[in-house]
């Protein structure tokens, strides 16, 4: 980069800092999403499992390692998700909205998991943690049966005017959502649309015969003291609400994130959400 470039780039990030903070101070919510110090982005089953599903994706190879450092710079804010929707925003040359969504887990393809896994999860804390048998392991991590998505389920958009399938800021809110998954791993079947206490019923069925109870004993065991969450209280993420749909603003960043094809269901199959890897 040279000088005149590293000025400019350095001017443009001192405006969108600029930016947030008038956006700060009209009252607007403006938090920057949490994003792990050490050398690991991920330490969690989950979380893990997560990014090394992203990175086999095909074609997204070049601008994930981009996005993990957007995110690690602290340039992700305002992160929510609500049932299958994840939104954020991400500062970049300019602020830009970026919005994912993944598909709920086919009926037919949970109730196979279940099955597959009748009797081998000992207890949600188990499952949550990622305490699991590799039968286990390998059928939930399984690219194409598995609970991750394949990349025709997983849509996302984003308001910068870079065209690519999946632009920088996309990249860091898709790693975000293996960092969140660390912090809460129930996101992870939220956003699925699955209940994962289904998962421990249907095992507690097979060893304990019709009822299940202790699947529910075991459920809400410890799992406050390990992720810092009551699971018996209301969610206590941030309610997704301005995040999702900022207030339109002057200036370039108020293009729409349809502009950049959150398919819809209509649109998939043009050729931008290929195949599974
Ligand atoms: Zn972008």
Same mark, same amino acid.
């Given at each position: ?10 001017? *443009?990030?001192?405006?969108?800092? +600029?930016?947030?903070?008038?956006? *700060?101070?009209? &009252? ?6 949490? $994003? ?5 982005? #991920?330490? $969690? ?6 990014? +090394?599903?992203?990175? %086999?994706?095909?074609?997204?190879? %070049? *601008? ?8 690690? !710079? &602290? %340039?992700?804010? %305002?992160? /929510? #998700?609500?049932?299958?929707? =994840? $939104? ?9 909205t970026v919005e994912i ?27 949550? /943690?990622?305490?699991?048998? @590799?039968? =286990?392991?390998?059928? =939930? ?8 998505? +394949? +990349?025709?389920?997983?849509r996302h958009g984003c308001s ?10 996309q ?11 660390? !912090? ?10 699955? @209940? ?8 507690? #069925?097979?060893? #304990? &015969? ?5 699947? @529910? ?6 799992? /406050?003291?390990?992720? &810092?969450? @009551? ?5 206590? *993420? ?13 200036? $370039?960043?108020?293009?729409?994130v349809a502009k950049k094809a959150l398919a819809?269901?209509?649109? !998939? ?9």
């Open positions: 980069m040279s000088w005149y470039e590293y000025e400019s780039a350095a001017e *443009r990030k001192a405006a969108v800092q +600029r930016k947030i903070e008038k956006r *700060r101070k009209r &009252g607007e919510h403006f938090e920057a999403f949490d $994003s792990p110090k050490g050398t690991k982005l #991920t330490s $969690s089953f989950w979380g893990q499992a997560w990014c +090394r599903h992203l990175e %086999n994706y095909c074609g997204y190879e %070049n *601008r994930l390692p981009k996005g993990r450092t957007y995110l690690r !710079q &602290g %340039n992700v804010y %305002n992160f /929510s #998700t609500d049932g299958g929707k =994840v $939104s954020a925003e991400v500062a970049g040359s300019d602020l830009y969504s993944l598909a709920p887990l086919p009926p037919a393809a949970w109730k196979k998991i279940k099955d597959e896994c009748a009797g081998k999860v000992g207890s949600l804390l188990d499952l949550l /943690s990622g305490k699991l048998g @590799d039968h =286990v392991m390998k059928i =939930v991590t399984d690219p194409l049966t598995g609970l991750f998505p +394949r +990349r025709q389920e997983i910068c005017p870079d065209f690519a399938d999946l632009c920088k800021h990249a860091a809110v898709l790693y975000a959502i293996g960092v969140r998954f660390d !912090q809460d791993p129930k996101t992870f079947f939220e956003l699925r649309g699955v @209940d994962p206490s289904e998962l421990i019923a249907v095992s507690a #069925t097979a060893l #304990t &015969g019709p009822g299940g109870a202790e699947a @529910d004993e075991l459920a809400g065991e410890d799992l /406050s003291a390990l992720f &810092g969450i @009551d699971f018996a209280a209301p969610d206590p *993420r941030p309610v997704p609400t301005t995040a999702a749909a900022p207030p339109a603003q002057k200036g $370039s960043s108020k293009k729409t819809t269901p209509a649109k !998939q199959g043009k050729g931008r959400h290929p195949g599974p890897s």
